[in-house]
């Protein structure tokens, strides 16, 4: 132990002793390990964090897996009631599910993100209010007996002002009037982990808030999520056990209930508790932490070249501490202290960085719709620290090992004599060149990876969605579904276009229930007059299709064009004549190079009734940008008809300048009914680009990262090597060689291992990024124009890199350059 404290104290007399070494080693190690630190902090929140909570037991998410391809399904009332009222391994089973909610009324309603839960969700969870109380399970045993509400802490703040005096209020939502009962502890998301709610109601009062008349009945009707919390001691194979034997008894106790209500329980960890997404989020994680391992693999290469070249100028003192009798292990310890040393200060000021980094990409998230708010909690923690730790040891180790040993094999004599290295002692430096060549290859795949990242937003902004956008007003609407039901409601829909069609300013509008990019969709399953395709059992086989209400003039309003036949008519939607329109792909799926116009479908029995189609328009996107064409069917809005649906009006200007004016004709249908989130439509499908941006921006910090590290590393060498030649140099011009020799000299050993790592970079990158091509839009993963961007682009920063040491070689003074040793 003695002398490991007398080593680190030699090691740190002998660090400060070389203040710029110190410097650029550890500002070098603190940007490897704050990126890896900072990405770690988000891959442990996504996947590996455990749900915050105070439950006596472990809490696990319930999902019900497809007999046939295992998917995961969620969650009908009817059936979450079957499990709950069953499982004896569970202390809890809870039912939640986030949905919008329009709060406040009048110009005041705002959409706000709820949660509907049942009555036991804050005990299940060890909730204790911050202010009054949570919900009891008495709250939650009667369809709409108990409008009550318990708030999130920064909505009480926000909206309430922290007033305590808030408990007791009442809260329109959704029209009605709630009671406010209790604000939840600061910092509390419950079990929706990524979004802040704003408000929490018991389930039994989703009539109200989601406007249905079957949801909490109708046991095909999925809506749900569920979570349960195991009995302290119960495992998770213990509880599918007991699931599995519920399932049973229910399929035995009642034949019409299938293999469908099968439940399974998964360990409820990070924000993807979806068992069908982790692969892709294992998949996307995994290629993230492997960017940054290379940035933080050159930032290594980069110390290590600084500790051979270090440990050239120690020659004297090796050579003098070996003929003093140390041994080579004792000299290997001493100077892999020394790089350990390096590692722990560059960990700690990579760790500082790591948490600025979190903080500043916390700024960074995008607002959502509705003034949704994103809440991921990272940063630092526990996990955090520790795998700092973890990686500034294990980089201490990569950086330093190498160097101290062929450190300690100095030849004894020419270092006691401190003689120089000669220049074919430097050519023959392998590992120095070797790492100066791995340095460029790995940035070159990094910088190629952001470049086709980059090129691929570039391709996304420029993909025709299939309509237009710019200028056009986007208007959430959700209707009471008590005072509006279906003729009521069609009849509030008809007078509302017609009062905004006839606003100066405005040159077309519609009503739409999913516009496209607006991350909502609706299927259904369908049949083609005259199918003759049957299932295995002999029945007629039915298709599956996206489907879209719509009203008259949506596609005049968006700009999609009709290829053939026509729009929907005034008349034929108020004498509910059965037509549809659909769209080119469903067209070409299932009547390839036929006339489309008068077939027929049905949406209800292989028999009929059936629709007529009427009109085919151009295909549009509608979940993603990148989408491959998708057959959309269009229905008319009263055959249809939706409570929640977006008004779209097309303007001759700005379109929130028409914001005021549209709300005005609203609030003259409706007094007490006010549009929930009003926007630009542009804005509204911008977030189809979240993806693309993010990926963009992301992998353009680490291919900068790399480049900066490499351009470092590249400038160190030839510096180093310009040092060394230094008397060499001395001799050639001494013997009439010209500055444009020496110019010659030191590039040509510079964009020799500059091109020997291109070479290696772009064979590695036509490989590694392959694995990029599902999230590219439209570029292909081995673009060649990107790789050749790229590699002119490292090649003409390598060239910079090289030249001030090419100019100081230029420039050295032949008499001085042979007294240099």
Aim: aromatic share 8%.
């Amino acid at each position: 132990m003695h002398n490991l404290l007398a080593d680190a104290k030699f090691a740190v007399r002998i660090l400060l002793k070389s203040p710029g070494f110190l410097a650029v080693s550890v500002l070098t190690l603190a940007l490897g390990i704050g990126i890896n630190a900072a990405i770690f902090s988000l891959v442990n929140v996504i996947l590996f964090r455990p749900l915050e909570h105070d439950a006596r037991g472990e809490v696990v998410a319930l999902y019900r897996p497809h007999p046939e391809d295992g998917r995961s399904r969620r969650w009908s009332y009817p059936v979450f009631e079957d499990y709950r009222d069953r499982v004896t391994t569970f202390s809890h089973v809870v039912a939640h599910s986030m949905t919008n909610m329009n709060v406040g009324r009048g110009d005041a309603a705002k959409m706000r993100a709820g949660v509907l839960v049942s009555g036991d969700y804050f005990e299940a969870l060890g909730v204790r209010p911050a202010v009054g109380r949570v919900f009891s399970r008495d709250d939650d045993r009667v369809p709409r007996g108990h409008p009550v509400v318990v708030l999130a802490h920064a909505y009480w703040l926000d909206a309430f002002d922290g007033d305590p005096g808030a408990v007791g209020r009442i809260l329109a939502i959704g029209g009605e009037d709630f009671t406010i009962v209790g604000v939840a502890p600061r910092g509390f998301t419950g079990a929706q982990a990524i979004i802040q709610p704003d408000l929490w109601i018991p389930m039994m009062m989703e009539p109200i808030i989601q406007r249905t008349s079957d949801g909490l009945e109708h046991r095909g009707s999925i809506w749900m999520d569920a979570f349960g919390v195991l009995d302290p001691g119960v495992t998770i194979e213990q509880a599918n056990a007991e699931l599995a034997v519920v399932a049973a008894n229910l399929r035995e106790a009642d034949p019409a209930i299938n293999e469908h209500e099968l439940a399974r329980a998964y360990a409820m960890r990070g924000i993807v508790t979806d068992p069908d997404e982790r692969p892709m989020v294992y998949t996307m994680t995994a290629l993230v932490m492997t960017m940054v391992g290379l940035i933080l693999l050159i930032a290594c290469a980069n110390i290590a070249n600084l500790l051979l070249a270090r440990s050239t100028t120690r020659r004297r003192e090796i050579g003098i501490r070996l003929a003093l009798g140390s041994s080579r292990g004792r000299l290997v310890r001493q100077l892999m202290i020394e790089s350990m040393l390096l590692a722990v200060i560059g960990g700690a000021l990579g760790l500082l960085i790591g948490v600025w980094a979190t903080n500043a990409s916390k700024l960074a998230l995008p607002q959502l719709p509705m003034d949704i708010q994103i809440a991921l909690s990272f940063g630092l923690d526990r996990n955090m620290v520790l795998f700092a730790l973890g990686i500034s040891a294990l980089t201490g180790v990569i950086f330093g090992l190498i160097p101290a040993i062929q450190a300690s094999r100095a030849d004894l004599i020419p270092a006691l004599k401190d003689e120089g290295a000669s220049s074919t002692q430097f050519r023959r430096s392998y590992l120095r060149n070797g790492l100066v060549v791995g340095q460029v290859a790995i940035s070159l795949v990094l910088l190629i990876a952001s470049g086709l990242f980059v090129r691929s937003l570039i391709e996304a902004e420029a993909i025709d969605p299939g309509f237009e956008h710019e200028g056009t007003l986007a208007l959430m609407l959700d209707l009471d579904r008590h005072r509006y039901g279906p003729e009521t409601g069609a009849a509030f829909c008809a007078d509302l276009l017609a009062r905004v069609r006839a606003l100066p300013g405005v040159e077309s509008a519609s009503l739409e229930r999913c516009p496209p990019l607006s991350f909502n969709n609706m299927q259904s399953s369908f049949y083609l007059e005259g199918d003759v395709e049957t299932n295995e059992d002999g029945t007629p086989a039915y298709h599956m299709v996206r489907v879209s209400v719509i009203s008259t003039d949506a596609f005049s309003t968006l700009g999609i064009p009709v290829l053939m036949g026509r729009d929907f008519t005034d008349q034929e939607i108020a004498e509910d004549t059965p037509t549809v329109i659909i769209n080119q792909a469903f067209a070409d799926q299932n009547w390839p190079n036929e006339n489309p116009l008068g077939r027929r479908i049905s949406f209800e029995e292989a028999d009929g009734p059936f629709l007529e189609v009427v009109g085919v328009v151009k295909t549009v996107k509608y979940d993603t940008i990148g989408e491959a064409p998708t057959p959309t069917v269009y229905r008319p809005l009263p055959h249809m008809f939706s409570n929640s649906i977006m008004l779209l009006a097309r303007t001759s200007g700005e379109p929130m300048h028409m914001a005021p004016a549209v709300r005005q004709v609203i609030r003259d249908i409706d007094p007490n009914f006010s549009p929930s989130d009003t926007r630009p439509y542009t804005e509204v499908i911008g977030f189809a680009l979240l993806p693309a941006k993010f990926g963009a921006a992301l992998f353009s910090l680490f291919g900068v990262l790399a480049l900066l590290l490499a351009t470092v590393g590249l400038y160190g060498v030839m510096s180093y090597m310009v040092t060394q030649r230094t008397h060499e140099i001395g001799i050639r011009m001494a013997i009439g060689a010209g500055k444009r020799d020496v110019l010659r000299l030191i590039l040509r050993q510079g964009f020799t291992l500059t091109l020997i790592g291109l070479a290696i970079g772009l064979a590695g990158a036509f490989g590694a990024t392959r694995v990029l091509a599902t999230l590219l839009y439209d570029v292909s993963p081995t673009d060649p124009l990107t790789f050749a961007a790229i590699s002119l682009l490292l090649l003409i920063v390598a060239l910079a890199a090289m030249i001030i040491p090419a100019r100081r070689a230029m420039n050295v003074d032949p008499l001085v350059a042979l007294r240099y040793e």
